[in-house]
């Protein structure tokens, strides 16, 4: 394994439901912004929100795609979440094996500035 210098991430999104979570994570594979999305079930959130806590049971998706992917990756989930203020975290990839990114770097769009 190498360094990949911050070139693949992880983008961490919350949704409402499982169905919205499906889409979301349909759109990002199908428009190649994402390789993959796992979707985890049954998240717990509480949070501030209009100066009240609030709690909602939610799903979470952990999509594996390009840092340089990001820009439009967030647009397009900003166009389609159900949420006025949608959680869209990128995490870089310190680093994973050569095999898994050379698959991302096959099934991602191409790199924008090439």
Known sequence: MADTTHTYSLVYISAGSMSEARKLANILVEERLAACCSIVPDMLSIYR??????????????????????????????????YEVPEIILLPMKDASREYLEWMDQVLAPETGK
């Open 49 to 82: 929100w209009r100066d009240a806590v609030e709690q909602a049971e939610e799903c979470l998706l952990i999509c594996k795609s390009r840092t340089d992917l990001f820009p439009s990756l967030s647009t397009r989930i900003k166009a389609v979440h159900s």
